[in-house]
T-cell receptor
Framework: RKEVEQDPGPFNVPEGATVAFNCTYS??????FFWYRQDCRKEPKLLMS???SGNEDGRFTAQLNRASQYISLLIRDSKLSDSATYLC?????????????FGSGTQLTVLP | EPEVTQTPSHQVTQMGQEVILRCVPI?????FYWYRQILGQKVEFLVS????????KSEIFDDQFSVERPDGSNFTLKIRSTKLEDSAMYFC???????????????FGPGTRLLVL
């Protein structure tokens, strides 16, 4: 099983829609997770960190379900500028919490 | 807002040549990292560095790779004899001190796109 697994998409949604991404992880000992966004040929940029059950920042809500070992990201009232690849990130099974493992990313396109 | 910087933005080299990729981490950060992303693939961890020594490394980080903090600001990745399959985007990242139990947020530089011919 992959350490962090995401639905690759693509998700094509109209502007203003609500969209949710899920991510599953295999390391049950993992304590912290992140959602990064990555624009084409650019660096990953932190969107949200998730240390407990969840986190909310404006239109973005991340939730962590430890029992089922998944993390979700909800984007409300999506904007054209939200179009990007969303990366689910957690600590690697081997190594310490500093060694991050990335999902393959979920591609989102917000359409006008 | 402080940020991680990397130079060069692009590097083209011949197979077998040595390349050095440079990074300036965020000034108060103590952990430094290199990741790579082959085109169309996911971001992969290479190495972490703390207190002037390698903290962890992945299977990708073999004897061809080395890292160094030559002065108080730069952090470098050297590839001794480049192979075609080393062509990728290389990202440097840095973070504050980590407790070890929780992952501290890592901030990424803009990357160096390496093309090996």
């Amino acid at each position: 099983r992959k350490e962090v697994e995401q639905d690759p998409g693509p998700f094509n949604v109209p502007e203003g829609a609500t969209v949710a991404f899920n991510c599953t992880y295999s390391n049950s000992a993992s304590q912290s997770f992140f959602w990064y966004r990555q624009d084409c040929r650019k660096e990953p940029k932190l969107l949200m960190s998730v240390y407990s059950s969840g986190n909310e920042d404006g239109r973005f809500t991340a939730q962590l379900n430890r029992a089922s070992q998944y993390i979700s990201l909800l984007i409300r009232d999506s904007k054209l500028s939200d179009s990007a690849t969303y990366l689910c990130v957690g600590p690697a099974s081997s190594g310490s919490a500093r060694q991050l493992t990335f999902g393959s990313g979920t591609q989102l396109t917000v359409l006008p | 807002e402080p940020e991680v910087t990397q130079t060069p933005s692009h590097q083209v080299t011949q197979m077998g040549q040595e390349v050095i990729l440079r990074c300036v981490p965020i000034s108060n950060h103590l952990y430094f990292y290199w990741y790579r992303q082959i085109l169309g693939q996911k971001v992969e961890f290479l190495v972490s560095f703390y207190n002037n020594e390698i903290s962890e490394k992945s299977e990708i980080f073999d004897d061809q790779f080395s890292v160094e903090r030559p002065d108080g600001s730069n952090f470098t990745l050297k590839i001794r004899s480049t192979k075609l399959e080393d062509s990728a985007m290389y990202f440097c990242a840095s973070s504050e001190v980590s407790s070890g139990l929780y992952s501290e947020t890592q901030y990424f530089g803009p990357g160096t796109r390496l093309l090996v011919l």
